[in-house]
């Protein structure tokens, strides 16, 4: 069983910057992947960022050039720098891994959310 342990969320000023982090601990095989995705009141869930565990980032339109993903593969952590928050990046945030166990299982795991308004 892995759990994913979210940090970091808060009220922000339009403009502001917030750091989300998120540590998986537990039965951890291999990590493929980690990211974050959001929900805004009234949408679906959407991708922000991800980061393979080779390196490899994908972020969405809205978001680049604001938002930096970064993992910590030794402490098994993903982080969001988010800068130059929007009102419209109010959303609860969502941590995101996606594991490979043995015999080739893939797993994916959520973390519970964590509140990121932006607001003057």
């Known amino acids: 069983q892995v759990q994913l342990v979210e940090s970091g969320g808060g009220l922000v000023q339009p403009g502001g910057s917030l750091r989300l982090s998120c540590a998986a601990s537990?039965?951890?095989?291999?990590?493929?992947?980690m990211g974050w995705y959001r929900r805004a009141p009234g949408k679906q869930r959407e991708l922000v960022a991800d980061i393979t565990s080779s390196g490899t980032t994908n972020y969405a339109d809205s978001v680049k050039g604001r938002f930096t993903i970064s993992m910590d593969n030794a402490k098994n952590t993903v982080y969001l720098q988010m800068n130059s928050l929007k009102p419209e990046d109010t959303a609860v945030y969502y941590c995101?891994?996606?594991?490979?166990?043995?015999?080739?299982?893939?797993?994916?795991?959520w973390g519970q959310g964590t509140q990121v308004t932006v607001s003057s």
């Open positions: 537990g039965s951890i095989f291999s990590i493929n992947a």
């Open positions: 995101h891994s996606n594991e490979l166990g043995y015999w080739g299982h893939e797993y994916d795991y």
